[in-house]
């Protein structure tokens, strides 16, 4: 094998170890939930990313400081990206399994791109209306759990809800930070993202009153933390970015895809949750869907 195709494969197991990352993440969210409430939850786990990050950041990047009339942009991806994203997430999971939030977060690029659409006033094209409803059918299967009395009745998980939120604020962001990685690198602008959703989340973290408990938590739930502020925020997005460099964005994303696959298999593996042809009915519709609209143009 010679040196670049060694180099490709590396780039492509590296990838696919961080999307492996990204699913367990929703199910080390459950265990950490076990003891943390959601906002204190999505403190820690943003304080440690933020102290890893805004260092590396601070070396790596010749611009440090974002100019003042771009604060408000940052600020509101912020909100977009991590305070408002990840208490939606958190909270969602006391609800609902791994499987079911990861698989509705899969909706996530494909509502991006539609509302991308919107604000820019294009048209939506027949095909894309058609992977909409696709994606759409995907999510009613999972949040009815193949149960038409739930959509009749209206009597839907409060989790799948409350993720169902959640997605739609990352679509946003992935909509409004491209806007600023034109301004500034993405590396700076996931430090102060990072930042400005850690500034965000203290308050409604102080609300939980639970900083005097945190210490006599268990092992188990601070590594839970721990993982998904190393593994799943620092070293996913340094992963992607590198994977992006040398693959191209439409390869990378095509990763994003098996997320809740590996969601599905942590929460069996690790949970113990069964893995029913519901759930992998519901994400085989929506990657395909996800999938389809990534190759439009």
């Known amino acids: 094998m010679s040196e670049s195709s060694r180099d490709g494969l590396t780039t492509y197991l590296l990838m696919a170890l961080?999307?492996?990352?990204?699913?367990?993440?929703?199910?080390?969210?459950?265990?950490?939930l076990r003891e943390f409430p959601p906002m204190t939850l999505t403190f820690f786990r943003f304080l440690i990313a933020t102290a890893i990050i805004l260092p590396y950041m601070w070396v790596k990047d010749d611009v440090k400081v974002p100019k003042r009339r771009d604060v408000p942009l940052l600020f509101g991806l912020g909100i977009?990206?991590?305070?408002?994203?990840?208490?939606?997430q958190f909270t969602s999971l006391m609800y609902t399994s791994a499987a079911n939030s990861s698989t509705i977060n899969?909706?996530?690029?494909?509502?991006?791109?539609?509302?991308?659409?919107?604000?820019?006033d294009e048209r939506l094209s027949a095909k894309k209306v058609g992977l909409i409803f696709l994606a759409l059918s995907g999510v009613l299967l999972t949040v009815t759990g193949g149960d038409i009395g739930v959509l009749l009745n209206l009597s839907f998980n409060k989790g799948d809800?409350?993720?169902?939120?959640?997605?739609?604020?990352?679509s946003f962001y992935g909509v409004y930070s491209k806007r600023a990685t034109v301004l500034y690198s993405p590396?700076?602008?996931t430090g102060y993202v990072f930042l400005f959703g850690l500034i965000q989340i203290t308050p409604l973290m102080l609300m939980e009153d639970v900083?005097?408990?945190?210490?006599?938590y268990s092992f188990e739930a601070w590594a839970s933390i721990v993982f998904m502020a190393i593994c799943s925020s620092v070293l996913g997005y340094l992963i992607q970015q590198i994977t992006i460099k040398k693959l191209g964005v439409n390869k990378t994303s095509l990763f994003i895809n098996l997320?809740?696959?590996?969601?599905?298999?942590?929460?069996?593996?690790?949970?113990?949750?069964?893995?029913?042809?519901?759930?992998?009915?519901?994400?085989?519709?929506?990657?395909?869907?996800?999938?389809?609209?990534?190759?439009?143009?």
């Open 18 to 32: 961080t999307t492996a990352f990204w699913g367990g993440s929703f199910v080390a969210g459950k265990i950490a």
């Open 187 to 189: 590396l700076l602008v």
């Open 106 to 120: 899969a909706l996530n690029p494909l509502t991006s791109s539609v509302i991308a659409i919107y604000l820019t």
């Open 259 to 297: 997320v809740p696959l590996f969601a599905i298999l942590f929460a069996y593996l690790v949970l113990g949750d069964p893995v029913t042809i519901i759930n992998l009915a519901s994400a085989a519709i929506i990657i395909t869907a996800v999938f389809l609209n990534s190759r439009l143009r």
């Open 211 to 216: 900083l005097g408990d945190v210490l006599s």
């Open 80 to 88: 977009l990206g991590v305070s408002g994203y990840f208490a939606c």
């Open 161 to 170: 809800l409350i993720m169902l939120v959640a997605m739609v604020f990352f």
